[in-house]
């Protein structure tokens, strides 16, 4: 049935598809024996809690960043039975993002190029819906994603990741710093060793003053040489990082099968789905043995299947993050994973 679904929808902008597909299923959640009919047919029956980070997962398979912005479809998406959102990017101030068009589908390729922006309502907003969602009995794992306003200079990009870590620190279960999107203008150079230092240890000193701090991750890009993920890997070491996400969105277009003016004159983003799972798995694997497998990791990056996953957990992986999968795979690909593990 998706598939045909899928056909359909393609045929729309990608991102008012987004929009209307999820508020569709919002409507469907709201009545409760529809949501009923929707979980016992979407979620896996044959998971394993995994105990990661100190947190209780109920499931290895989560939704990455950048779907549930700001987390508008958190019961939704626990209906369709992943372990854990990842609610984000929230920057500081509301952005509207980059100009639109700004969300691609390469259908030959199984991938999406994104130049969204981190356009999301703000922390405060969101911490006001994640309050009430908390007042649920939920056993859905929250992260929250955090980045900076695209108006503040990378100086003091500290201070914006400050006010989401304070803000959201009640309501999420653990954190992720996000300085790896390529789309907000000079966010990648903050991944250089001094920057992150300054960003991650200043988290990590407001962290430990809490009564029970929270796992404090951080999400790399794929495109990193050696040498910098060896310095990520050295600074994670050296202030106790509890983890990294590898990784996000690649810049390169390499390989791709869709024609070359095509995705020329789609232009400037991030590439996700099938062509950078080879590269994630890579920068994974690099990790986990470069630290003697030290430091956790959350796997993403071109997962569609349970191959994929298997692929991940052999690399190094803990927990895996699906995004563009979701996409192609459609609502019952957490389900489709756990039949093929």
Same mark, same amino acid.
């Given at each position: ?126 911490? !006001?819906?994640? @309050?009430?969602?908390? #007042?649920?009995?939920?056993?859905? +794992?929250?992260?929250?994603?955090? &980045? %900076?306003?695209? *108006? ?121 789905? !099938?062509?950078? @799972?080879?590269?994630? #798995?890579?920068?994974?694997?690099? +990790?986990?043995?470069?630290?003697? &497998? %030290?430091?956790? *990791? ?44």
């Amino acid at each position: 049935m998706y598939p045909l679904i899928r056909s359909i929808f393609f045929r729309f902008s990608p991102e008012g598809v987004h929009y209307f597909s999820m508020n569709s299923f919002k409507t469907l959640c709201s009545i409760p024996f529809v949501r009923s009919i929707i979980r016992s047919s979407f979620a896996p029956s044959n998971t394993q809690p995994k105990e990661f980070l100190g947190l209780r997962f109920k499931n290895i398979v989560g939704l990455a960043a950048g779907f549930d912005k700001n987390a508008l479809y958190l019961k939704e998406l626990e209906a369709m039975g992943f372990g854990f959102v990842e609610i984000g990017t929230v920057t500081p101030k509301p952005q509207a993002g980059n100009d639109k068009p700004r969300l691609f589908r390469l259908p030959k390729d199984k991938a999406i190029i994104n130049r969204m922006g981190f356009n999301n309502e703000g922390v405060e907003v969101v911490a !006001k819906r994640l @309050q009430q969602w908390k #007042t649920r009995k939920s056993d859905l +794992i929250i992260g929250g994603n955090i &980045g %900076k306003n695209k *108006v503040t200079p990378n100086e003091d990009a500290w201070k914006d990741y400050e006010i989401c870590f304070n803000a959201l620190f009640d309501y999420v279960d653990y954190f992720v710093v996000n300085v790896s999107s390529p789309n907000t203008p000079g966010l990648r150079e903050l991944q250089e060793k001094d920057s992150l230092r300054k960003i991650l240890s200043h988290l990590q000193t407001i962290n430990r003053q809490k009564a029970q701090p929270k796992p404090l991750l951080l999400k790399i890009a794929p495109d990193l040489t050696p040498s910098q993920i060896d310095d990520v890997i050295d600074l994670a070491i050296e202030i106790n990082l509890d983890g990294l996400v590898a990784t996000n969105t690649t810049i390169s277009r390499e390989g791709l099968v869709t024609d070359k003016a095509e995705v020329e004159a789609i232009g400037m983003g991030g590439l996700s789905g !099938k062509p950078v @799972q080879e590269r994630s #798995t890579e920068v994974l694997q690099y +990790i986990h043995q470069k630290s003697g &497998g %030290k430091i956790p *990791v959350i796997a993403s990056g071109g997962i569609f299947t349970g191959a994929d996953v298997e692929e991940k957990l052999q690399a190094g992986a803990s927990l895996v993050q699906v995004w563009t999968g979701f996409i192609y795979e459609g609502p019952t690909i957490v389900k489709k994973i756990y039949k093929d593990l």
